[in-house]
C-alpha cells in the first residue's frame, strides 16, 4: 500500500522559505509510471494546485506560484521537497502532497489525475 | 484567470439521490477537461474518487458516478449513506499538467 507522509516546520516567518518534505513507502519516486505533486488548502481559497514533478525532474509549476516554487526529488531517500520562497500570510494553508498517475491515448493530450495523499501538514506563516 | 463553480452546499436525505455540478468559467465542460471528483472528510486529506469523467478508482463505492450533464461535470451519488456528508471538490485541467479545483460543495445527509 502506498503511503506519503508530509513532514516540516508548522511555523514560517514571513518572507522567509517554507520547505517540506514528502517521504514516500510502498513504492519508488523512480517510477517512470507517475509523477509526484504538491497541492495546498487554505481557508480563504481553497484547494491549489502547487505543481508536479517527474522521475526525470521535469517540473511544472502553478504560473502564480511559478516564480517562488521549486520542487524537488531525492531519489536516494524515495522523497521529494517543496520550497516556497518570500512567503506571507496568505500561504498560511495545509500542505498535502501525493501521487499524480497518468495515460496517453493516441492524438491526445496525456491524461493526469490524483490517485494517493498524504495526510497533509499545517503550516502557519507568522512572525 | 479561470474559475472553477460548484454549488457552496447541498442536503440529501439517507437512502436519497443528489447531483453535484462543476462549471467551467471558460463555458462548457466538455470530456476533454478530465474532470475529477474528489471527497474531504472534516480533518481529513481528499480522497480521490472519479478521474477522467466517470472513471473509479478501485476505491470508489459503486453508488458515486461520474458524467456530464448540461455543459457541466457531475457528480451523482445514489442511496446516499450517512457517511457520504463530506466536502467534495472537483477539479478541472485546461491543457498541461496542472489543474483548477472547484470551490467545494458542503454535502449534509439529514
Known amino acids: 500500500q502506498l503511503q506519503l507522509q508530509e513532514s516540516g516546520p508548522g511555523l514560517v516567518k514571513p518572507s522567509e522559505t517554507l520547505s517540506l518534505t514528502c517521504t514516500v513507502s510502498g513504492g519508488s519516486i523512480s517510477s517512470s509510471n507517475y509523477y509526484w505533486g504538491w497541492i495546498r488548502q487554505s481557508p480563504g481559497k481553497g484547494l491549489e494546485w502547487i505543481g508536479n514533478i517527474y522521475y526525470s525532474g521535469t517540473t511544472y509549476y502553478n504560473p502564480s506560484l511559478k516564480s517562488r516554487v521549486t520542487i524537488s526529488l531525492d531519489t536516494s531517500k524515495n522523497k521529494f521537497s517543496l520550497r516556497l520562497s518570500s512567503v506571507t500570510a496568505a500561504d498560511t494553508a495545509v500542505y498535502y502532497c501525493?501521487?499524480?498517475?497518468?495515460?496517453?491515448?493516441?492524438?491526445?493530450?496525456?491524461?493526469?489525475?490524483?490517485?494517493?495523499w498524504g495526510q497533509g501538514t499545517l503550516v502557519t506563516v507568522s512572525s | 484567470q479561470t474559475v472553477v463553480t460548484q454549488e457552496p452546499s447541498l442536503t440529501v436525505s439517507p437512502g436519497g439521490t443528489v447531483t453535484l455540478t462543476c462549471a467551467s468559467s471558460?463555458?462548457?465542460?466538455?470530456?476533454?477537461?478530465?474532470p475529477n471528483w474528489f471527497q474531504q472528510k472534516p480533518g481529513q486529506a481528499p480522497r480521490a474518487l472519479i478521474y477522467s469523467t466517470s472513471n473509479k478508482h478501485s476505491w470508489t463505492p459503486a453508488r458515486f458516478s461520474g458524467s456530464l450533464l448540461g455543459g457541466k461535470a457531475a457528480l451523482t451519488l445514489s442511496g446516499v449513506q450517512p457517511e457520504d456528508e463530506a466536502d467534495y471538490y472537483c477539479?478541472?485541467?485546461?491543457?498541461?499538467?496542472?489543474?483548477?479545483f472547484g470551490g467545494g460543495t458542503k454535502l449534509t445527509v439529514l
Open positions: 477539479l478541472l485541467y485546461y491543457g498541461g499538467a496542472l489543474g483548477v
Open positions: 471558460t463555458g462548457a465542460v466538455t470530456s476533454g477537461y478530465y
Open positions: 501525493a501521487r499524480v498517475d497518468y495515460y496517453d491515448t493516441t492524438g491526445y493530450p496525456r491524461v493526469y489525475f490524483f490517485d494517493y
